[in-house]
């Protein structure tokens, strides 16, 4: 079972980059999936999640309008699109498995490595 | 500012038992499960605790989760020099329709 993220890097300002989450190892499309970010020194912040169909997405505040969360379950992958790239958008990107047990009762229990977006 | 709030520091010397609280609402603790990650240093975050009390496979049961009403805590008994990590704990919230974190408590081994 793993995650794999890619497509970090360093971008300008005002830029677009779409990070690719590769899944092995579990059907892919039976899992909500995550993103989560975690700026330099800094705590966990919840990005974006995605219904197994892709028919539900949700997004933090923070990044709505400028991000969208997207899954090809034939391909195994999740993606994250992220437009009008701004300083406080630099951050390590995870993904990771949402297990849903039942009613009000999720978590992550599969994480990536993470990938690394510096916006500068 | 998280919506859940933990202590930023925590400390004990080994062989010790120390407890991290987390503290929510009535939309994320108080209608869903609290689920608690241990992230070491340099690494991705690794879950600890789900459905608030439950020790995934591979997690010694020095590890406990509890709740109560909209607060949650996290004991870790026999404490280890391992143990010293970022732990956060994280719950679904109602209102927001969103994932929220507490701040996250750096744990130091003395």
């Known amino acids: 079972v793993q995650l794999v993220e890619s497509g970090g890097g360093l971008v300008q300002p005002g830029g677009s980059l779409r990070l690719s989450c590769a899944a092995s190892?579990?059907?892919?499309?039976?899992?909500?999936m995550t993103w989560v970010r975690q700026a330099p020194g800094k705590g966990l912040e919840w990005v974006a999640n995605?219904?197994?169909?892709?028919?539900?997405?949700y997004y933090v505040d923070s990044v709505k309008g400028r991000v969208t969360i997207s899954r090809d379950n034939a391909k195994n992958s999740l993606y994250l699109q992220i437009n009008s790239l701004r300083a406080e958008d630099t951050a390590v990107y995870y993904c990771a498995r949402e297990w849903h047990r039942s009613t009000a009762d999720y978590a992550f229990d599969i994480w990536g490595q993470g990938t690394m977006v510096t916006v500068s | 500012q998280s919506a859940l709030t933990q202590p930023p520091s925590a400390s004990g010397t080994p062989g010790q038992r120390v407890t991290i609280s987390c503290s929510g609402s009535?939309?994320?603790?108080?209608?869903?499960?609290v689920n608690w990650y241990q992230q070491l240093p340099g690494t991705a975050p690794k879950l600890l605790i789900y459905s608030s009390n439950q020790r995934p496979s591979g997690i010694p049961d020095r590890f406990s989760g509890s709740k109560s009403g909209t607060s949650a805590s996290l004991a870790i008994s026999g404490l280890q020099s391992e143990d010293e990590a970022d732990y956060y704990c994280a719950a679904w919230d109602d209102s927001l329709n969103a994932w929220v974190f507490g701040g996250g408590t750096k744990l130091t081994v003395l």
């Open positions: 009535s939309s994320n603790i108080g209608g869903n499960t």
């Open positions: 190892g579990f059907p892919f499309s039976s899992f909500w």
């Open positions: 995605i219904r197994q169909e892709g028919s539900e997405k």
